[in-house]
């Protein structure tokens, strides 16, 4: 028995994409995890939790903005890490640093810092977006690179763009392919917000790596959607595009991510949590409509996680009262968070013992 493990049991765990098992367990210590198996081959361990219910990974949400929400309670609704796609540096790096300690009482955040726009361009026009949330550069590509590397130089784990041209001007042709450039050059990866005709088929000839939302204000023609998957991922940020309504705006999301994911795309749950009325943690009906958009309930749950449970991965899971291959909604009845090997909710089927 190895000190200050846990060990969490559970009449049934997934443990990331074709591990779904029996009479499970999972062994905790220093922060991760030492083993994920079966329950009758786990070894001992000085505290156990036995689960009333679902045994998964905790989720990681690909888009949000952490400076305007409550941290702690994002955690405690089973996001156990995100990506914050646009805020201050001033504010945000730190709050990733701060992140990085086991004390901290939120997700691991990883941030972009503000995303890189032009002057009178989109966030810089978006009524009511808090100041810091863009970077002006201008129409020199060199101004762009010294950009790309002070963000690097302050902590930022991904570079975001804008490509808004419904909401004003976007940087010019010269400038988007220096950003991408020099950012996948500092092993950055770059995300584009690409919004209005043209821009989907800017950002794939760029070469950036992730599309922040569902493209939703176009049909993409299935030789685009095809050529976007070959290349780079979407994350989903379905329902921030009709909060449970139906929408004109949902339908063309819901057909472009149906026909990309189709031609083999990569997608990554995320919500745009901190922007309208999106709640905190886990958000079922964005798992709904990824369902909706023809992906299997395992690809939809592989979209959801950081990563599988197994040896050596951090120690973060969450449990759940219900099946989510059953229903997806089931994620949204929490009985359990751990994050890095801390429990941080549970109710009383999830306390340990």
Do not use: C
Request: aromatic share 4%.
């Amino acid at each position: 028995m190895t000190e200050g493990t846990l060990a969490i049991y559970a009449p049934l765990a997934w443990f990331g994409p074709g591990r779904t098992v029996r009479d499970a367990a999972v062994v905790l210590s220093g922060g991760e995890v030492v083993f994920a198996g079966p329950a009758g081959e786990a070894p001992g361990a000085e505290r156990i939790i036995e689960l009333d219910g679902f045994l998964m990974p905790a989720a990681a949400d690909r888009h949000v903005h952490i400076g305007s929400l409550d941290p702690a309670m994002v955690l405690a609704g089973g996001v156990t890490a995100v990506r914050d796609m646009g805020w201050s540096a001033d504010e945000i790096f730190s709050l990733a640093d701060a992140s990085e300690m086991p004390t901290f009482n939120g997700p691991l955040i990883r941030a972009a810092g503000p995303m890189i726009t032009t002057k009178g361009g989109y966030p810089l026009t978006a009524g009511g977006a808090p100041d810091g949330t863009g970077v002006e550069v201008t129409e020199d590509p060199q101004d762009a690179i010294e950009v790309v590397h002070d963000l690097a130089r302050r902590g930022a784990a991904h570079v975001k763009v804008a490509l808004n041209i419904d909401d004003g001007p976007t940087v010019s042709d010269a400038t988007l392919a220096a950003i991408v450039q020099t950012a996948q050059e500092l092993d950055l990866p770059v995300a584009a917000h690409a919004q209005g005709r043209g821009q989907v088929e800017r950002a794939l000839g760029a070469g950036v790596d992730e599309l922040a939302h569902t493209p939703w204000t176009d049909r993409l023609s299935d030789a685009t959607l095809e050529a976007l998957a070959r290349t780079l991922r979407f994350v989903s940020t379905l329902d921030i595009r009709s909060y449970g309504r139906d929408t004109p705006e949902i339908r063309t999301a819901l057909d472009n991510l149906r026909r990309f994911a189709q031609a083999g795309g990569r997608v990554h749950y995320g919500t745009d949590m901190g922007h309208g009325r999106i709640p905190l943690g886990i958000h079922g009906r964005e798992l709904v409509l990824m369902r909706e958009a023809g992906l299997a309930a395992e690809q939809v749950l592989g979209t959801l996680i950081r990563s599988p449970l197994e040896p050596g991965t951090p120690a973060d899971m969450i449990g759940v009262a219900g099946d989510p291959f059953d229903s997806l909604e089931a994620l949204s009845e929490l009985v359990l968070v751990v994050r890095g090997g801390r429990v941080v909710a549970a109710t009383d089927s999830g306390a340990p013992s």
